[in-house]
């Protein structure tokens, strides 16, 4: 398997249509991230296969990342193909909840479960009730007290054994599924 935008943008669909609150960006990339890891531990792979780097608001999923900020640039030519992909399926808007602003998501096109397998659909549904009521700040704070955020050097990528907990063996899988996804970030 290797990255694929359309799973990206069923993705976001998918929490949007589950009713998942205060989901801007940053909520966004841990609610990747949280999947991601409880599929590794459940079934040994990664849902999304993107690289998540450590950063300050904690664990980023990084090409995900780059694309959707990449949306209103007129000239990524990196990131072009798969910018237009995400725009036919989601519009980004500023959303003002309370006086904070944030970047909310809209739906453009139906969610399309057969990207996904069922063991994904039980992981998201799952993330998405988990995480349902919670803002941006409280997952970002949950995502800290992680043993493989706080066992990664800031800016450094958390390995996909630690986030499912070193399984060893899933591990050589991982690291090829990491260089095979290393090949399409560059």
Partial sequence: ????IEKIANAIKF???NDVKHLGKTKLMKLFFFADKEHLQRFGIPIFYDK???LPHGPVPSLTLNI???LNEVENYDLMEYA???KEHIEINQVNQNGFFFNGFKIKKPFDDEVFSQSELEVLKLIANKYKDITANKISELSHLL???KNTQLSEIID???MANNQADYIEFLEQQSKE????LG
């Fill in 1 to 4: 398997m290797k990255y694929d």
């Fill in 15 to 17: 929490f949007i249509l």
């Fill in 52 to 54: 998540y780097f450590k």
């Fill in 68 to 70: 959707i900020d990449s």
């Fill in 84 to 86: 237009n992909i995400l």
């Fill in 147 to 149: 043993p493989e955020y």
């Fill in 160 to 162: 996909y054994s630690k």
């Fill in 181 to 184: 996804l290393e090949s399409i």
